[in-house]
């Protein structure tokens, strides 16, 4: 059974920093692509990054860029979330989904999908 476990979402002030983790299982983690989304109140899903386990390579929203980084432990099927310099409008619930590779990030639908983690971050 595909399983895919965000954590580490919390409230912080503006200008603070995160780091989320997505541990995976189930699947044969090297040859996957995990992504990150996120939803605000009222607004719709899109997609944050995307890494994919197989090359290294990665993707990111505009937004985002140069203040989050994605990173991912092979031998401990996880993938890291480092969000730097917060700003409000990051708040959102934050979901890692995964599939064979990030192409289906860029759509905005992943094969396998894991419970949400909250950020708050207050101005």
């Known amino acids: 059974e595909v399983q895919l476990q965000a954590s580490g979402g919390g409230l912080v002030q503006a200008g603070g920093s995160l780091r989320l983790s997505c541990a995976a299982s189930g699947f044969t983690f090297d040859d996957y692509a995990i992504g990150w989304f996120r939803q605000a109140p009222g607004k719709e899903r899109e997609g944050v990054l995307c890494?994919?386990?197989?090359?290294?390579?990665?993707y990111y929203e505009d937004s985002v860029k140069g203040r989050f980084t994605i990173s991912s432990d092979n031998a401990k099927n996880t993938v890291y979330l480092q969000m730097n310099s917060l700003k409000p409008e990051d708040t959102a619930v934050y979901y890692c989904a995964g599939d064979r590779g990030c192409s289906s990030w860029f759509f905005g639908g992943m094969a396998y999908w894991g419970k949400g983690t909250q950020v708050t971050v207050s101005s």
């Open positions: 890494i994919s386990n197989s090359d290294g390579s990665s």
